[in-house]
């Protein structure tokens, strides 16, 4: 066949091109539309109801001369940070004990995935309910005889974040433990053998050849544990509803409350704004390294 009589790409696979028309308009008008016009609304005056009323960056110079922002943005990091790091830590090393073909490996995975079937509301909850000092840990081990025992993390200011953190460690480290050990299931078995006949000690197998072989794994890991940590918002409420006082604010909290409650849709925007940029941030370089240079 001629160059010339080849058919046109534009109109190969049309069917599934067809099919993709819906999630395409989907897509432009829902996610790229909505970002639009969040953005150009935070430059607006709009309370109740948005309005072309122009004020240029006034709202953000009020955002950033807010100290609930301030103290939001601060709690997201510590949060981030926490999530980040002992999710995936902990989620590999049980994936990493579970791959050892231990007995009733299939009740112990259950167990661990568990809390992921549970809503933050639900989880939120339990664990408000555990770690409140008049009948939760702090109780039980005073009742064990350790009068002086002290574990109230949602009722001191200084530390209400790290016991958000650990509700959200129980939640959601059962399923990176389940996509590190599907990782872990799909490493050639003659890797392991090559590595036992030269003597490599487990652990440097695990940190030199395992893990950069499970890049990809790695990859999909943190960006579901990254896109829960910008949008954390269930669980503070269920837990503190923000408190103590605004000890627990984190960003999307923020939006919801001086969209809704506040009515003041103009500040609202542009702390989503500014989220939409963190985001934004973390990924435009990350997927210039990943897609560019591969290109």
């Known amino acids: 066949m001629s160059k010339s009589e080849r058919p046109n790409p534009l109109f190969r696979n049309l069917n599934a091109k067809v099919a993709s028309i819906p999630m395409i308009l989907t897509a432009l008008v829902v996610f790229v539309g909505g970002t ?31 100290p609930r922002w301030l103290i939001s943005i601060e709690n997201l ?34 167990i661990f ?36 025992f002290s ?7 200084s530390i209400v974040i790290y016991g958000i ?5 129980w939640q959601g480290t059962g399923l990176i433990m389940c996509l590190m050990l599907a990782g872990l299931r799909g490493i050639d078995e003659d890797i392991w053998k090559a590595a036992r006949v030269d003597g490599i000690p487990m652990w440097k197998t695990y940190l030199f050849i395992v893990i950069p072989m499970m890049r990809p794994v790695f990859i999909t890991t943190l960006v579901i544990i990254a896109s829960g940590i910008v949008k954390v918002y269930d669980l503070v409420v ?26 003041n849709l ?30």
């Open 36 to 66: 639009l016009w969040t953005v150009l609304y935070s430059f607006t005056n709009s309370k109740l109801l948005p309005r072309l009323n122009f004020v240029g960056l006034d709202q953000y110079y009020r955002l950033w001369a807010t």
């Open 77 to 110: 990091l510590i949060y981030g940070a926490i999530s980040l790091v002992f999710s995936l830590v902990i989620g590999f090393l049980l994936a990493a004990l579970l791959d050892q073909k231990i007995r009733f490996e299939d009740t112990f995975r259950t």
């Open 113 to 148: 995935l568990y809390p992921f079937a549970l809503s933050f509301i639900v989880t939120g909850l339990v664990w408000q309910w555990l770690l409140n000092p008049d009948f939760g840990i702090q109780h039980v081990v005073r009742d064990l005889g350790w009068t002086s």
């Open 151 to 157: 574990f109230d993390p949602l009722y001191n200011s």
């Open 165 to 169: 953190s650990i509700a959200a460690l």
């Open 238 to 263: 269920a837990q503190t509803s923000g408190g103590p006082g605004i000890a627990s604010e984190v960003p999307a909290k923020y939006v919801y409350d001086y969209m809704f409650f506040a009515q």
């Open 266 to 295: 103009g500040q609202g925007f542009a702390a989503s704004t500014m989220m939409l940029l963190s985001v934004a941030i973390v990924i435009v370089p990350w997927a210039y390294l990943e897609f560019g240079r591969r290109k």
